[in-house]
Structure formats: C-alpha cells, structure tokens
C-alpha cells in the first residue's frame, strides 16, 4: 500500500491579525509545519499551534523563512548564507522550545516561502539552510522539493546528512521545468477541491501536470496544501478522501517518508 504524508502551513496568524483555519484543518492533517515568527506567528500564536498539533497528533515541523513579515515571507532578501544559517537556527529553536514545553518534538523542517524557492534555485541557500538544521538537530527531516527541480535541495540536504522529504503541491499550478508558478501570476493557486485533489492523486502516483499540459515526474513522500488557502478544509477533505478510495494510506513523515 502507497503511503504519503498529507502536511499544511499553519500558525501563520500574527497578533490580531488571523490566517487560515488551523483548528479546522488540523483535524485532516498528519503534519503541521508552524511559522517561526519571522514571516508570521508570535509567542501565543506557537503555543497555540502546538497544543493544538498535539491534541490532534499531528507531526510537528518548523517553517522558516525569511525576516519579512510585511511582505508575509514571499519576498527575496539578499542575505547572506551565514545569516540564513543563523536566521534557521533562531526560528527552529524558538519552535522547539514550545515543543518542549508541551512535551512533544519536532520531526522536520520545511523552508517558507521566498526562501524555499531560493534553496530551489541556489546551492548556497540550501547548504545554509541543511548546515542549520543539522547545526541543532540531525534527526530533524529537510523537507525538499520533490522532482528534478528539487535535486539542489536534495542534494545539500542529503551532504549534510540529513534525511530528505520530497513534497508536491497539489494546490499550486506548476511551469514545465518543475517549479511552482510565481503566485502573481493567475492560476497560480487552485482553489477547486475536485481539481486538487485529482493532482495529489497524480502527484501520489508519481506526477504531476504542468501549465501547459507537459506530464512531470516525481516522487512525492508528502503533499502540502497552504494553510491560506481559502478553500483549504474543503481541499484537504477532498484529499483525503480521494486517497483512501485509492487504498493510498495517509500517515505522519517517518522512516518510510525519507531517504
């Protein structure tokens, strides 16, 4: 039996300020990657999260990005691969320490935003990103993504000797080379449950469908649907149950998840 984690960006709330539908969508989830506080979250916000990741025992994974909580942590930043570093191990370790506090530990990392896409497309990021992780936690899972596209991710994780999670987004349209399309762009996000989740199923069996019809393959060990999504309960009930009519098995990452 195919077996594949299903995991949400959440915890992406700021002050007074709510984001997404955490406490909903958790109930659907196996993994919850919680924002840092860089690009979103707060003290509250984390602790919050967490509980609430525990409660439904749901994986819990740091989400990192960015000092850009104006511009949500989408906007490139020309920093440099040592404070990337630094940046990864401070948003990680405020997360694990919350973590601690409801006896609980975090199973992996997964960069937001501009900062996931530049380890896409720049070796030093991801080196910086791999070094940080493996800095604070080798057992901690680099989430990377999956496809060809993803190989420089992969590749520093696995160097670093990290174990690597390939991902796919079945609610983000993707360009013929195997990268997401710029969420400017319209299409860029799919709200339709029906749609996305014909292309988890897709990206289950090891590809997905580019913007211009173009078949691309991939191996895909967890999907992430955002948590900012507006349709995002509605997406991951569809998912879920598209998956067990397929007997493909939903579980938190682990062993069987990484390589």
Known sequence: MTIIDLNCDMG?????????????????????NIACGF???DPMVMHKTVKLAVEN??????????????????????CTPDEIQQYIIY???????????HNTRLTHVKPHGALYLDAVENESTARAIATGIMTLDPSLRFVAL?????????????????????????DRAYTPDGTLVPRKQPGAVICDP?????????????????????????????????GDNPE????????????????????????????
């Not at 948003?91 to 506090?101: D, P, R, V, W, Y």
């Not at 496809?147 to 987004?169: H, I, N, S």
């Not at 009930?237 to 007997?247: A, C, V």
């Open 57 to 78: 025992r749901v994986g819990i994974g740091a989400h990192p990005g960015y000092p850009d909580l104006l511009g949500f942590g989408r906007r490139n930043m020309a």
């Open 232 to 259: 995002a309960i509605n997406l991951v009930k569809t998912i879920r149950k598209i998956l067990k009519e397929n007997h493909i098995q939903v579980k938190p990452m682990g062993e069987k998840h990484s390589s």
């Open 39 to 41: 690009h979103a979250g």
């Open 12 to 32: 992406e709330s700021f002050g007074a300020y709510t984001i997404g539908m955490d406490d909903q969508v958790m109930q659907h989830i196996t993994s919850a």
């Open 194 to 226: 029906e749609e996305v989740a014909q292309r988890a199923l897709d990206m289950a069996k090891g590809f997905v469908t580019a913007v211009d019809g173009t078949p691309i393959q991939l191996t895909a060990q967890t999907l992430c649907v955002h």
């Open 91 to 101: 948003q990680i370790g405020a997360l694990n320490a919350f973590c601690k506090a």
């Open 146 to 170: 999956a496809g060809k596209k993803g190989e420089t991710m992969r590749r520093m994780g696995q160097e670093m000797g990290l174990k690597v999670v390939y991902e796919a987004f079945p």
